[in-house]
């Protein structure tokens, strides 16, 4: 009976911190969504190619503006990078958008304290500008060519065509299909992502039924300050790297290691380390070769630690980090009651089903790669009385060159479903 009392308070409690932060994190997914689909892909191409300060400043701001998930992040990276974009440009568009994002410092400031979210967004700033004053001494120019010729060989995937892109700010908030483009990536981003939230809401679940004395034990409570702030930082990352939770999902886990003991520091290391989790490195591996990766891991992990002791002997020094007794466990997972938070819910609720209405009626599915677009704005082809619809051109030919096989695992689209919403 003890081990089901337990599994139920696991689950409880991960849907009652679900509760905390829902309304955030819609609110941050939709704004995400609104700038993925209303600023140009190619300007934003353009304005990261080559070196120096000002590309690496641009890669900073649009990573900022950017979807907070950290797959999504390391493949629009990675497409930066093939067109030109330096390393650094590319690594602070990486940082920046899982780190700088608005959703983010949102659940973060919902969980445990603005004091989180000042800290992340300017430790993410820190861990940018080590990172560029270090990236020569792990990847030389030599291996930099390499890195970026293994990456124009890796697939390219697939380009979206944005309505919103063409139309001023006026046309777009009155415009079906610019809100659609929004729509499509809100939606995208919670099919990418809603694993790594879920999976990290019931971890930190589970993992606040662990007894007090194994979180005093692993972050070296009662230690002198400067021993546990130095370990919370090296063992925040490695904590990271074994809960295979990245982007928003690991804000929860944060909010329990903070009430379980482990240093300022710790937590700040612990969420800047959402790149080094094991299937992003594989990713790393396939799209830039092992030398490569091993050595931007490794700068990864030296730039995490160094700016989360920077932040926390900034913080400490300012006065800024929260002193006195933590917050409990009852306190982080918090209750159910008609409030503020009730009413922000529901209001996250109306958003979340509009938006994903907007898709279910205007989406159709690519029979190449299977992913989900918009049929106002998607390349069309025929097929034995029926119309297919694809995300880009490389889908179209390669239905074209076989379309008996693409055909055969999927259903036409009348043409009389494919008027509802066009123009």
């Known amino acids: 009976m003890e081990i089901l009392t337990t599994i139920g308070d696991g689950f409880k409690d991960a849907f009652l911190m679900a509760w905390e932060v829902w309304w955030a994190l819609v609110l941050g997914f939709a704004i995400s969504g609104v700038v993925q689909a209303w600023v140009p892909r190619q300007r934003i191409e353009r304005a990261l190619s080559g070196d120096g300060v000002g590309p690496l400043a641009r890669a900073t701001g649009l990573g900022a503006a950017s979807s907070s998930c950290s797959y999504a992040a390391i493949a629009i990276s990675k497409s930066l990078f093939q067109k030109g974009a330096s390393a650094s440009s590319a690594l602070a568009f990486q940082f920046a958008s899982t780190n700088l994002v608005w959703e983010l410092g949102l659940v973060l400031w919902v969980l445990i304290g603005w004091q ?48 919103g892109e063409q139309m001023t700010w006026r046309e777009r908030l009155t415009s079906v299909s610019a809100w659609s483009d929004v729509a499509h990536n809100f939606r995208g981003d919670w099919q990418m992502l809603y694993k790594e939230i879920t999976i990290g809401f019931l971890l930190a679940g589970f993992v606040a039924q662990l007894p007090n004395g194994f979180f005093n034990g692993l972050f070296l409570t009662g230690s002198p300050t400067l021993i546990q702030t130095g370990w919370g930082a090296l063992i925040g990352p490695v904590i990271a790297v074994l809960s295979f939770v990245c982007s928003v999902g690991n804000v929860p886990l944060a909010a329990v290691l903070w009430s379980g003991g482990i240093s300022f520091a710790g937590v700040m290391a612990f969420i800047f380390a959402d790149l080094l989790v094991l299937p992003i490195i594989a990713i790393y591996r396939k799209y830039y070769g092992a030398e490569f990766t091993a050595r931007i891991v490794a700068l990864m992990f030296v730039t995490m630690v160094g700016a989360a002791l920077v932040i926390d002997g900034s913080f400490s020094a300012l006065g800024l980090i929260p002193h006195g007794p933590r917050p409990s466990r009852g306190d982080i997972f918090g209750t159910i009651a008609v409030n503020y938070k009730l009413l922000l819910n529901v209001l996250g609720v109306i958003v979340f089903a509009a938006l994903f209405w907007l898709t279910a009626r205007r989406r159709v599915t690519d029979p190449v790669c299977t992913m989900k677009v918009d049929r106002a704005k998607a390349l069309r082809s025929d097929y034995m009385g029926g119309a297919y619809f694809f995300c880009s051109s490389g889908c179209v030919a390669a239905f074209e060159d076989e379309p008996q096989r693409y055909a055969s695992h999927s259903s036409p689209e009348q043409e009389a479903s494919s008027q509802l919403t066009r123009g």
């Open 116 to 163: 989180f979210t000042l800290a992340e967004y300017l430790g993410g700033l820190v861990m940018i500008a080590l990172m560029a004053v270090l990236l020569r001494l792990f990847v030389s120019p030599r291996l930099e060519r390499q890195a970026r010729q293994h990456a124009q060989a890796a697939d390219t995937g697939h380009q979206h065509h944005m309505a």
